[in-house]
C-alpha cells in the first residue's frame, strides 16, 4: 500500500495558478501511473489527469487540456499538478491517486484531498 498526502490547494482568483503536490510513502512509485481527479459536493469524482511511471505519457480532460501540466519526480517520489488560467469550475476537492485509467476504480490508493478555491 502507498500513503499518498496532497497539498498546495487554496484560494485563487480567476485567472490564477495553483500547484500541487502528491507526496508518496511506504513504497516507491517510479513503476506505477498516478492521476489527479477532483470532487465537488454530491458530484462524483471526476478524473482530471494522469501520468504513466516513467512520466512520458500523460491524459487529461478535456476542460483542463492547455491549463493544466502533470508532471513527476520520482527521485522525490511525488507528483506535482501545475494549474494555470483556473475558472471558478475547477473548485473541488483535489486527490492524487495510485493506478492507470480515466475510472475512479482503477485506482487503489487515495490521499485525503486538498481544497481549492477559484474566486470569481
Known amino acids: 500500500q502507498v500513503q499518498l498526502v496532497e497539498s498546495g490547494g487554496g484560494l485563487v482568483q480567476t485567472g490564477g495558478s495553483l500547484s500541487l503536490s502528491c507526496v508518496a510513502s511506504?513504497?516507491?512509485?517510479?513503476?506505477?501511473?498516478m492521476g489527479w481527479f477532483r470532487q465537488t459536493p454530491g458530484k462524483e469524482r471526476d478524473f482530471v489527469a494522469s501520468?504513466?511511471?516513467?512520466?512520458?505519457?500523460?491524459y487529461y480532460a478535456d476542460s483542463v487540456k492547455g491549463r493544466f501540466t502533470v508532471i513527476r519526480d520520482n527521485a522525490k517520489n511525488t507528483v506535482f499538478l501545475q494549474m494555470n488560467s483556473l475558472k471558478p469550475e475547477d473548485t473541488a476537492v483535489y486527490y492524487c491517486a495510485r493506478g492507470w485509467g480515466r475510472e475512479t476504480r482503477a485506482y487503489v490508493d487515495w490521499g485525503q484531498g486538498t481544497q481549492v478555491t477559484v474566486s470569481s
Open positions: 501520468i504513466s511511471g516513467n512520466g512520458k505519457t500523460t
Open positions: 511506504g513504497r516507491t512509485i517510479g513503476s506505477y501511473g
